[in-house]
């Protein structure tokens, strides 16, 4: 097995998500007003929460977020233990979800910031689950884009032969994923439930070998 070390950077196309697949272990210079960002949104949701009578510790939070950067999952796994929700689905529907109580908007950079960020930090810029938002490709191309979610839950023979069809049209390399984020959120996205040629991780390789010392 091989392991690629990734992160996923939201940007504002459609609420629609630019993922990232970094190689390199070490890459440094990604984007830190992001990461801050995130921390300051948990902590104002957190402050909502307490407005609400739902007192949370952020040591507790951070804890569960394995000192890694929170997000509303962990907050809602806190909920959770404190007994405020009955499940994460729950503490979504009641306070953290789009236009709940404690809903807190992420900071979101727009494609060309994203994909910019991405290389310096010598990475490859992907764009995650993208058919609703495939008519964009032409422009995100210019823009550096380096690659294209074709497998992915819920993508039926007929749609990943058309993104293939894309991906190649483009120069695009070919990824895939299940959009794991735990089984309490998403139970249909399982772990490893999508099947992505091992092709597309040769060729992913070889793109991040030629292009770095180009980026370096």
Same mark, same amino acid.
């Given at each position: 097995?091989?392991?690629?070390?990734s992160?996923?950077?939201?940007?504002?196309?459609?609420?629609?998500h630019?993922?990232?697949?970094?190689?390199?272990?070490?890459?440094?210079?990604?984007?830190?007003?992001?990461?801050?960002?995130?921390?300051?949104?948990?902590?104002?949701?957190?402050?909502?929460?307490?407005?609400?009578?739902?007192?949370?510790?952020?040591?507790?939070?951070? +804890?569960? *977020? #394995? /000192?890694? &950067? !929170?997000?509303?999952?962990?907050?809602?796994?806190?909920? =959770?233990?404190?007994?405020y @929700?009955?499940?994460?689905?729950?503490?979504?529907?009641?306070?953290?979800?789009?236009?709940?109580?404690?809903?807190?908007?992420?900071?979101?950079?727009v494609?060309?910031?994203?994909?910019?960020?991405? +290389?310096? *930090? #010598? /990475?490859? &810029? !992907?764009?995650?689950?993208?058919?609703?938002?495939?008519? =964009?490709?032409?422009?995100? @191309?210019?823009?550096?884009?380096?690659?294209?979610?074709?497998?992915?839950?819920?993508?039926?023979?007929?749609?990943?032969?058309?993104?293939?069809?894309?991906?190649?049209?483009?120069?695009?390399?070919?990824?895939?994923?299940?959009?794991?984020?735990?089984?309490?959120?998403?139970?249909?996205?399982?772990?490893?439930?999508?099947?992505?040629?091992?092709?597309?991780?040769?060729?992913?390789?070889?793109?991040?070998?030629?292009?770095t010392?180009?980026?370096?």
């Amino acid at each position: 097995r091989e392991r690629i070390q990734s992160l996923r950077s939201a940007a504002a196309i459609s609420e629609r998500h630019l993922s990232v697949l970094r190689i390199n272990a070490f890459a440094c210079g990604w984007n830190p007003e992001a990461k801050d960002h995130n921390g300051t949104s948990a902590f104002e949701i957190l402050g909502r929460l307490g407005e609400l009578g739902l007192a949370l510790s952020w040591d507790h939070v951070l +804890h569960l *977020a #394995g /000192g890694g &950067a !929170v997000g509303r999952p962990h907050i809602a796994r806190a909920l =959770l233990e404190k007994g405020y @929700v009955l499940s994460v689905p729950d503490a979504f529907a009641r306070y953290l979800g789009r236009g709940k109580p404690a809903y807190v908007p992420r900071l979101k950079v727009v494609p060309a910031q994203a994909i910019r960020l991405i +290389h310096e *930090a #010598g /990475g490859l &810029a !992907v764009l995650a689950h993208p058919w609703e938002v495939r008519g =964009l490709l032409t422009n995100l @191309v210019a823009q550096g884009l380096d690659g294209l979610e074709v497998y992915y839950t819920g993508y039926t023979v007929e749609m990943i032969a058309l993104l293939r069809q894309l991906a190649r049209q483009h120069r695009l390399l070919q990824t895939g994923g299940s959009d794991f984020h735990g089984y309490e959120i998403a139970p249909n996205n399982i772990l490893g439930g999508v099947r992505v040629p091992r092709a597309c991780l040769t060729t992913l390789l070889q793109r991040h070998r030629e292009l770095t010392p180009a980026r370096a």
